[in-house]
């Protein structure tokens, strides 16, 4: 029982706010008595039971079932008790836009069609079609409705696929530069170490019976060693760094792509920080032009770069609706404050309607100097 939930967390609380459109089949029939208004409360929970359900089935029969308990609900409840309980129609039609085949969703679409013309037609028998006619914007939009769904479903789908791709290739890329590393560690690095290694047991051997050779030997060694720390810095120097003006180019094509202007301020030169520190920034940056162009809805984009007092200070000012808490714990927000995390560095989030602002704080850190040996 701990573990019962009411509709899928990953819909949020859309779910709960449809609900609010059942208080009006619960009003009408509350005017009823007796056996009627029985069966209209147990035609409303199999209606919300339905609901419940086709929330978490796949497209398939029972989805189908479920949907068509639905429309035969909507029927029975327009015709038998109320016109106005025809607006129950836009729960299906948001459920139809669920089918990915076209096929079913057609079918889906016309029988739905049917169930609202149905009603309409028999109301307008018996009552007046001029009674009924303002329904029809609404019924137009209900039939209208599932297309809306549908395509929101398939671009949703399609970013979804578009992000795992883009992690597929993120990995590739890491796997890549692991492989790289290491054969290049095996074939500078292998020799030089195993050759380290055959002078030592040498010298082992030579100290005792002939030391000037033995010292002729500890020489090599440390020439050899030398070699190895060389290749040691090369290999480092070629790893793959990110700039910091490379992360704002990153960021400003995402942002240009959104139709957002970005405006950069750099007033000191931090080309001299760490390639660790250079990478995590330009990620950062990366992330939070992402978030902005997905949640922010804003039409501009500030960054401002300081140096102050051994100190990095990152400023990154949109003029969007704000972030929501559930944005402000979010994957993209912990991703870059683990990162910072990794060179000390703080986040700092100030959020309102007018915008959101994000600070980012890092210790400066100076490349090392390479040592003269």
Not at 110 to 131: C, K, V
Request: net charge neutral; glycine share 6%; charged share 20%.
């Amino acid at each position: 029982m701990r573990n019962f939930q009411l509709f899928p967390e990953r819909y949020g609380f859309l779910p709960y706010v449809f609900l609010v459109y059942l208080a009006m089949p619960i009003y009408y029939v509350s005017l009823e008595t007796g056996v009627k208004a029985f069966v209209g409360y147990a035609l409303i929970l199999l209606f919300f039971i339905s609901y419940r359900q086709l929330y978490w089935l796949p497209t398939n029969k029972k989805y189908s079932v479920w949907l068509g308990i639905q429309l035969g609900i909507i029927i029975a409840l327009s015709i038998a008790y109320n016109p106005y309980h025809l607006f129950l129609g836009f729960f299906p039609a948001h459920f139809i836009g669920y089918y990915e085949e076209k096929k079913h969703f057609k079918i889906a679409l016309i029988t739905f069609a049917i169930t609202l013309a149905l009603p309409t037609i028999l109301l307008g028998i018996m009552h007046s079609f001029m009674n009924i006619l303002f329904l029809l914007p609404f019924l137009i939009i209900m039939l209208i409705s599932p297309y809306g769904i549908r395509s929101m479903n398939a671009r949703m789908a399609l970013e979804e696929e578009l992000e795992q791709a883009n992690e597929q290739i993120r990995q590739l890329v890491k796997r890549e530069e692991r492989v790289r590393i290491a054969r290049d560690l095996h074939d500078t690095l292998g020799h030089t170490l195993s050759l380290i290694t055959l002078q030592s047991q040498l010298v082992q051997r030579l100290v005792e019976k002939q030391p000037d050779r033995a010292r002729e030997e500890a020489k090599g060694i440390e020439q050899t060693s030398r070699t190895a720390l060389r290749q040691v810095r090369e290999l480092v120097s070629n790893m793959r760094a990110v700039p910091i003006e490379e992360g704002l180019m990153h960021m400003e094509q995402i942002l240009q792509a959104a139709d957002i202007k970005l405006e950069v301020t750099q007033q000191e030169d931090i080309s001299e920080t760490s390639s660790v520190q250079q990478n995590i920034m330009s990620m950062c940056l990366k992330e939070a032009g992402t978030n902005i162009v997905k949640h922010s809805q804003a039409t501009s984009c500030s960054v401002e770069i300081q140096n102050r007092k051994g100190y990095i200070y990152i400023t990154v000012e949109d003029n969007g609706i704000g972030m929501h808490m559930k944005e402000n714990n979010g994957n993209g927000i912990q991703g870059m404050k683990e990162r910072l995390s990794l060179i000390e560095g703080q986040l700092a989030i100030v959020s309102s309607k007018e915008g959101t602002t994000l600070k980012f704080t890092i210790p400066m850190v100076l490349k090392q100097v390479e040592m003269v040996l």
